[in-house]
């Protein structure tokens, strides 16, 4: 005996020996109303994008980006992506390892700068490599201060630098050599 769920059962006569003609006609008007009904609900998504979403139109919409957002989680591109961790990830897990410091090669010069932006709870940096950080900073500050890019000196601080074309001469002879002594855990390097 089949299952009530078997998708065979609606299709066949009452002794199960053939095929109703008429069932498979149904099936077809509708599975042709819902393929309809779909393209339908697509252009006032489509209509409602490009004018303006009305309120009316604001449930059809909602219930459109939740099928798109539910389609584009099962494709390849957003499990790799949802499997990549993360830049903060990453540097606690080398932390972690001891396995810091690292080079970071990178193809933007505003990449470099914005993932320098660690949060404010990681510090690669132990006491004593932060006063040593901090006397070389005010060292610099003193003999060259137009050298100085103030907006790194906070994730100077914390052990990151970005190294790119953007910067300074002087400014990348410094922190290469802050890189050299092992107080420079993370170095963002633009090709």
Known sequence: MQAEGDGLVPLLNRSRTSIKSN???????????????????????RASMRYGVRNRDKKLVSSQKKRDEERSRNTPQYVRRQQSPTTERLIRQLLARDMLPCIWFIFSRRQCDNLCNLPQDLQLLTKGEFM????????LRENAPQAVREESVAALYKGVAAHHAGCLPAWKAFIEDLFQKGLIKVFYIAL
């Open 23 to 45: 069932a498979i006609e149904i099936n077809r008007l509708l599975i042709a109303a819902d393929m309809a009904w779909q393209g339908v609900a697509e252009a006032q998504t």
């Open 132 to 139: 040593q950080v901090d006397l070389a900073v005010r060292r």
